[in-house]
Nanobody, 121 residues
C-alpha cells in the first residue's frame, strides 16, 4: 500500500552536508509519524529524527543542532538535512512512516530500502 523511496546518500568529507529525501507513494487512512533511523556498523538501529503531523520534532542528542527533519514542498516527501557531518554519522539511513492503513486497523510501520551515508575523517 505504501512504498518509500530514499535518495541523497553518498560519501562526503567531515564537515560536509547531505540532504536525504524520502518520497512516499500510496495512501494511508491516517498518518501518525515520520522519522529517519540509522544503523551504523556494529551498532543497533536508532532513531535519528522524528516529525509529528503537528510539526513537533524529535532528535537524538548526537545530531541536535546539525540535522533537521522536515516535510518537503510536496507532502509526500520527508527530508533530512544533515550538516556538519562527522565520521560517526556513517551509517545506513532508513526512512520510516507510521500510520493506519485503513479504518479499524492498528498503526503499521513502513520502511525505505535504506541509503548509505559515508563520512570520511
Amino acid at each position: 500500500q505504501v512504498t518509500l523511496v530514499e535518495s541523497g546518500g553518498g560519501s562526503v568529507q567531515a564537515g560536509g552536508s547531505l540532504r536525504l529525501s524520502c518520497v512516499a507513494s500510496g495512501s494511508l487512512h491516517r498518518l501518525d509519524y515520520m522519522a529517519w533511523y540509522r544503523r551504523a556498523p556494529g551498532k543497533e538501529r536508532e532513531m535519528v529524527a522524528g516529525l509529528t503531523i503537528s510539526g513537533r520534532t524529535d532528535y537524538v542528542d548526537s545530531v541536535k543542532g546539525r540535522f533537521t527533519i522536515a516535510r518537503g514542498s510536496a507532502r509526500n516527501e520527508v527530508a533530512l538535512q544533515m550538516n556538519s557531518l562527522k565520521s560517526e554519522d556513517t551509517a545506513v539511513y532508513y526512512c520510516n512512516i507510521r500510520g493506519v492503513r485503513s479504518a479499524g486497523t492498528r498503526p503499521d510501520d513502513y520502511w525505505g530500502q535504506g541509503t548509505q551515508v559515508t563520512v570520511s575523517s
